[in-house]
T-cell receptor
Framework: AQRVTQPEKLLSVFKGAPVELKCNYSYSGSPELFWYVQYSRQRLQLLLRHISRESIKGFTADLNKGETSFHLKKPFAQEEDSAMYYCALRVNSGYSTLTFGKGTMLLVSP | KAGVTQTPRYLIKTRGQQVTLSCSPISGHRSVSWYQQTPGQGLQFLFEYFSETQRNKGNFPGRFSGRQFSNSRSEMNVSTLELGDSALYLC?????????FGPGTRLTVL
């Protein structure tokens, strides 16, 4: 069965510092990877997906199939980036089902 | 378009009771998925419906069930509630591989 691991429960950085939220997955096929974000008192929302190869709010993520990783990066953290970040995986393009990691809380201090 | 809506937003039940939660997807979305979110286990997939058919199911006991109606609205039911069923239940509707989440129903079992 597929699995998503986010090794850090909490990541605390200062404003302007680079950020990297780690995500590793286990799946023998070719999954689709996502990052979701949940700001305080807001609903879970899609941040980005690997097939789009886009940058949202300054965040990027590259799928590394050799290392089975999909780390989320931002060169300069902002206070408004403070939120819970979830990495998720979808294995079957016919289904919408997502397997989530446990999440990483990002705290950006002034 | 209006987002995914869930009712009720909060619910308190006692052990042994049963509960029904409702989800209205974004107009035009035919796929609805349900997830359970708890502090210990994170986000866990319950089931997915498409065009009134359950097409995927997570690893939850038979006390958890759901259905989808012809207008794509979905309900999930939990019978014989246990203390461990206390959680935030999230519904998501999907289109083209993107999932959009509702605000959730917070269920507390006493």
């Amino acid at each position: 069965a597929q699995r998503v691991t986010q090794p850090e429960k909490l990541l605390s950085v200062f404003k302007g510092a680079p950020v990297e939220l780690k995500c590793n997955y286990s799946y023998s096929g070719s999954p689709e990877l996502f990052w979701y974000v949940q700001y305080s008192r807001q609903r879970l929302q899609l941040l980005l997906r690997h097939i789009s190869r886009e940058s949202i709010k300054g965040f990027t993520a590259d799928l590394n199939k050799g290392e089975t990783s999909f780390h989320l990066k931002k060169p300069f953290a902002q206070e408004e980036d403070s939120a819970m970040y979830y990495c998720a995986l979808r294995v079957n393009s016919g289904y919408s089902t997502l397997t989530f990691g446990k999440g990483t809380m990002l705290l950006v201090s002034p | 378009k209006a987002g995914v809506t869930q009712t009720p937003r909060y619910l308190i039940k006692t052990r042994g009771q049963q509960v029904t939660l409702s989800c209205s997807p974004i107009s035009g979305h035919r796929s609805v998925s349900w997830y359970q979110q708890t502090p210990g286990q994170g986000l866990q997939f319950l089931f997915e419906y498409f065009s009134e058919t359950q097409r995927n199911k997570g690893n939850f006991p038979g006390r958890f069930s759901g259905r989808q109606f012809s207008n794509s609205r979905s309900e999930m039911n939990v019978s014989t509630l246990e203390l461990g069923d206390s959680a935030l239940y999230l519904c998501a509707s999907s289109l083209a591989g993107r999932q959009f989440f509702g605000p959730g129903t917070r269920l507390t079992v006493l």
